[in-house]
């Protein structure tokens, strides 16, 4: 058992072992014993470790997460400390409506008062579907106690008739072929329910996958974690080595503050280009940033992420799944390749308590397959592209998934390398792209460009993954199957398509795209990075006297409240005002 004589007065002491406050200290002892809980266990200066339950029926990708709490607890109490669990609010992608992007920030608050108004000293936070990662974070980043992640670990590999099928990216290419007439809706809802086959998150690179290789990456959670699968029994042992490391940072008073540095941020920033990560990593990257009092900005992403190769040969941008993934190295051997190209900072602090330099000793790919070496990479330039122009200020497009026909059609025209335009269609919401895609009187042709609006954070409200549109189906059935799009929503992290997303400041905060109308002339020039509507200015004075377009009301009190506290995507669609508040455990709470 390791040493637990506290080297300092622990912040639970000060509710269960208090002498200036014997009533209170009563108080808050006497209930816990009410399952069976001694007096001796909660007042022996022993840390008190919360783990943050984010598994439940309602978030079937965390759900294991109740299972391999026990593991956590086992290790908590070996190295001496005492396990508290209890639930977060949960954040389901898949099912939550209008989106589970409104809960991001509803859960961040959850946390950030359990934390701080609970006797703990320290937290294991438990992650997997993909906003369960970032809030969490951004949470302890907060409030700046000990924290360490446990990833639930990606689903194993799905197959269906041979053929890998990975979660997300199996759908966003069935309904295409569905839409084509080359499978039918049961063939469509098989596929579906065969990329789904054990316990655990999505298995292609998605926003899951991709939001726990970043908090490996910080240094947030043990080396090797992020890509275990969770039915893998290295889980589990990940779990019980998980809990225990927890104690001994409360131990060692090791702190986010401490790890989620701005160097941390930016190895963060260019492991998720070389591994085709979500654009969802985007906000949510900027979002923990501004929590952890991180200056970083837009342009960090064109900066130091851009010219990172593609390393991970992973669904959406690559061929396979989580399983593989893993037995290649997962994300210790995509940080190897990067280190040793001299493109990540090795030195910052992990939870390990060694550097991310010594953790990743060794740790070099034994399949060339699946993780490529920096020198023969997937692709060169794999990070996303920063844009900006007359129809917003900050927008990305993730270069990893442009595919060979799009590149072919639209970015190789002789002389004009990188420029095209085309002829917008607007779409004011999902509902309104459904409705009107296949009316043959919207003359949609290859040389068009779809455009969604009122999907950004105010407009949903939210945000919401709905700027991968497909095209009409009579376009499908010719083999287009991707058009330009442009839009103030975000797109699914399993989606294979070339979009212009996040886009900044939304519609429904008077961007540019509030003033764009069907029929009008788009320039993009991804060698400016610049995307333009071709209007002129008294023309979008003119349209600006017409007002915004509509969207709709708030649904429920907390719509209302993120309506009235929501940043812009390129700030990482925060509630406003609430950086202000920081390392929160360092102040104890009144009694
Ligand atoms: Fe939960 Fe993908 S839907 S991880
Ligand atoms: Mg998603």
């Given at each position: 058992m390791t040493d637990t004589t506290p080297k300092r007065r622990l912040r639970s002491q000060d509710w269960f072992d208090n002498p200036d406050h014997a009533d209170m200290t009563a108080l808050y002892l006497e209930?816990?014993?009410?399952?069976?809980?001694?007096p001796e266990e909660l007042r022996a200066g022993r840390p008190i470790i919360g783990i943050a339950q984010s598994g439940s029926d309602l978030n079937p990708c965390n759900r294991h997460h109740l299972d391999l709490a026990k593991r956590v607890r086992d290790g908590i109490r070996d190295a001496g400390g005492i396990p508290i669990e209890f639930p977060t609010h949960t954040l389901f992608?898949?099912?939550?409506?209008?989106?589970?992007a409104l809960d991001r920030n509803l859960a961040y608050l959850g946390l950030v008062e359990l934390l701080y108004g609970y006797p703990f000293d320290g937290v294991v936070l438990t992650t997997g579907c993909d906003k369960t990662t970032p809030s969490a974070l951004m949470a302890a980043a907060t409030v700046d106690l000990p924290a360490i992640v446990l990833s639930g670990g990606p689903m194993l590999d799905g197959w269906h008739e041979g053929d890998l099928v990975g979660s997300g990216t199996v759908i966003w290419r069935s309904r295409r072929k569905y839409a084509a007439g080359e499978i039918t809706r049961d063939e469509f809802l098989e596929t579906a329910l065969d990329?789904?086959?054990?316990?655990?998150?999505?298995?292609?690179?998605?926003t899951a996958s991709t939001m726990n290789a970043i908090a490996e990456a910080l240094g947030m959670?043990?080396?090797?974690?992020?890509?275990?699968?969770?039915?893998?029994?290295e889980r589990g042992q990940m779990a019980y080595r998980t809990g225990k490391r927890a104690v001994e940072l409360v131990l060692e008073d090791l702190r986010p503050s401490d790890i989620m540095t701005r160097d941390a941020f930016l190895n963060a920033i260019r492991v998720n280009a070389a591994i085709g990560?979500?654009?969802?990593?985007q906000p949510h990257i900027m979002a923990m940033a501004k929590h952890a009092g991180v200056d970083l900005t837009p342009e960090d992403w064109q900066a130091h992420g851009y010219d990172i190769p593609l390393l991970a040969n992973v669904q959406?941008?690559?061929?396979?799944?989580g399983e593989r993934f893993h037995r290649a190295g997962g994300v210790p051997a995509i940080m190897w390749e990067l280190l040793q190209a001299g493109k990540?900072?090795?030195?910052c602090a992990t939870v390990s308590g060694a550097t991310m330099a010594e953790n990743l000793d060794?740790?070099?790919?034994?399949d060339r397959e699946v993780i490529r070496t920096y020198s023969d990479p997937?692709?060169?330039?794999a990070g996303f592209f920063v844009l900006s122009g007359n129809l917003f200020d900050f927008a990305i497009m993730?270069?990893?998934?442009?595919?060979d026909e799009f590149r072919t059609r639209y970015l190789s025209t002789p002389g004009s390398e990188g420029i095209f335009e085309g002829t917008a269609f607007v779409f004011d919401g999902s509902e309104d792209y459904h409705t009107r895609i296949?009316?043959?009187?919207?003359?949609?042709?290859?040389n068009s460009i779809l455009v969604i609006r009122g999907a950004g954070p105010l407009g949903w409200p939210g945000s919401a993954?709905?700027?991968n549109m497909q095209p009409p189906d009579r376009l499908l059935k010719r083999g287009i199957t991707s058009l330009p799009t442009i839009g103030d929503g975000r797109q699914s992290g399993t989606a294979d398509s070339p979009s212009i997303l996040n886009?900044?400041?939304e519609s429904a905060a008077g961007g540019g795209l509030a003033w764009l109308r069907t029929g009008d002339r788009i320039r993009i020039n991804l060698e400016q990075g610049r995307c333009d509507m071709l209007v002129d200015a008294e023309e979008i004075a003119r349209r600006k006297s017409e007002g915004l377009p509509e969207i709709p009301p708030s649904a429920t009190p907390w719509q209302k409240i993120y309506r009235e506290t929501v940043t812009q995507m390129q700030d990482g669609?925060?509630?406003?005002?609430?950086?202000?508040?920081?390392?929160?455990?360092?102040k104890l709470p009144r009694h």
């Open positions: 209930r816990f014993m009410n399952y069976g809980t001694t992608e898949n099912c939550k409506r209008p989106t589970a990329s789904a086959p054990s316990v655990g998150h999505c298995n292609t690179m998605g959670s043990l080396t090797g974690c992020a890509a275990i699968p969770a039915a893998y029994r990560g979500s654009t969802n990593a959406p941008a690559g061929k396979y799944l990540l900072d090795g030195s060794g740790r070099e790919s034994p997937m692709m060169e330039r993730k270069t990893s998934v442009i595919s296949n009316d043959p009187a919207l003359e949609i042709d290859e993954e709905v700027v886009a900044s400041p669609a925060t509630i406003r005002g609430a950086e202000e508040f920081r390392q929160l455990s360092r």
